[in-house]
């Protein structure tokens, strides 16, 4: 049976990444015979250059045909100055939402041959291995009523609505439980429940839930409080779950404690289990077009899609292991290079992938 891949590049490094990604890609698919079929669309800045818009109706129409999509990254300062609905970032936030993928997993987990990359020390990160369980398509980051509006005395007021339902909560806290359940068993829920009614809501339910996982040890904390606790003793969290905002937040700091921003995929599921891969990093527009930018992040977003999406889970596991086996060989892209490494850029870092599968 065919599996279809709708490659969106995007902007900047998006391409250049990607293109590592999709050769590694077609290396498993013959090795594992998986049957892929790839077709590319535009989204971000690409698509708004090339079709006026940053999420273009063929774009969507595509990615609903597809059994999963693996995208590079949007935005860059090219499109500082267009309007705020046709941003770059709009195309992402369009597509996430369109697609109602809902439940964005962000592991953050420490290579060991990476240790010494981190800010922290290596005895506070050294078999670090989080997961951060995003709500992705609701949140302030949807809410209505939202925008820019002149009050009565002449000056502006911006504002955002932050809010959650039930169903939105119980969705994610779902996806959330049940990834504790195959991890060791932790969750914990991160809100701001001291002052946001939303939040409140937020862990009324997600207590409620836990009735449904008797196994699953439960605890809440204060978004301020973990922001802290991540970056003071980040090995005592297993899997957070938290709100689309704070989520974006919290998902940075964890990713730079293992080192590097280009070292993390993300997935971006539906309730079918249908997804979007692509690295949690940007479009590092300061780094585009010099071939350096690391595309490990893309080429492990490629083996959560095997797993979550294309059934591949030996295809996942060959990629991982490659992955690691190259750092073992010493090779590292500017971002993770230390002393004593091997310093390399974007293309034969996913060459060398490519040689350990
Ligand atoms: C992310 C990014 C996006 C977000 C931006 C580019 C809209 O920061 O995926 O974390 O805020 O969700
Ligand atoms: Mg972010």
């Not at 930018?293 to 591949?312: E, F, G």
Request: hydrophobic share 40%.
């Amino acid at each position: 049976m065919t599996k279809k891949v709708l490659i969106l590049p995007g902007d900047n490094i998006g391409p250049e990444i990607v293109t590592e990604a999709v050769k590694l890609l077609r290396r498993v698919d013959e090795k594992f015979q998986l049957g892929i079929e790839l077709d590319y669309g535009n989204l971000g800045g690409a698509a708004l250059d090339a079709e006026g818009v940053p999420c273009p109706q063929e774009t969507l129409d595509k990615a609903r045909q597809s059994d999963a999509i693996l995208l590079g990254a949007v935005g860059g300062p090219q499109w500082d100055d267009v309007e705020r609905h046709l941003r770059p970032e709009k195309g992402l936030l369009t597509i996430r939402s369109e697609l109602d993928l809902f439940g964005n997993l962000r592991p953050a987990i420490m290579y060991p041959q990476l240790a010494h990359a981190s800010s922290l020390k290596p005895e506070f990160v050294s078999g670090l291995d989080i997961l951060i369980v995003r709500e992705l398509v609701g949140g302030i980051y949807f809410g209505e009523p939202r925008g820019i509006r002149t009050l009565e005395d002449g000056q502006r007021e911006g504002y955002n609505t932050y809010k959650y339902s039930e169903s939105e909560i119980r969705r994610i806290g779902k996806m959330a439980f049940e990834a504790a359940m195959v991890r060791s068993k932790r969750l914990c829920s991160v809100d701001k429940s001291n002052v946001l009614e939303a939040t409140v809501l937020w862990r009324e339910v997600i207590s409620e839930m836990a009735a449904d996982y008797p196994e699953v040890e439960l605890s809440h904390m204060y978004v301020d409080n973990a922001a802290m606790q991540l970056v003071k003793q980040p090995k005592q969290f297993d899997v957070l779950v938290t709100g689309n905002m704070f989520g974006d937040i919290l998902s940075d700091t964890a990713a730079m404690l293992t080192g590097s921003i280009g070292m993390l995929p993300s997935a971006s599921l539906d309730k079918q289990g249908g997804g979007m891969y692509e690295p949690c990093h940007g479009s590092a527009p300061d780094i585009a077009g010099k071939g350096v930018a690391n595309p490990l992040a893309t080429i492990l977003s490629v083996a959560m899609m095997l797993r979550y999406s294309l059934n591949a889970p030996k295809a996942a596991d060959a990629i991982e292991r490659a992955v690691s086996a190259v750092l073992d060989q010493g090779l590292r892209t500017a971002d993770i290079f230390t002393d004593g490494s091997q310093l390399v850029g974007t293309v034969e870092m996913g060459d060398a992938v490519v040689a350990a599968i």
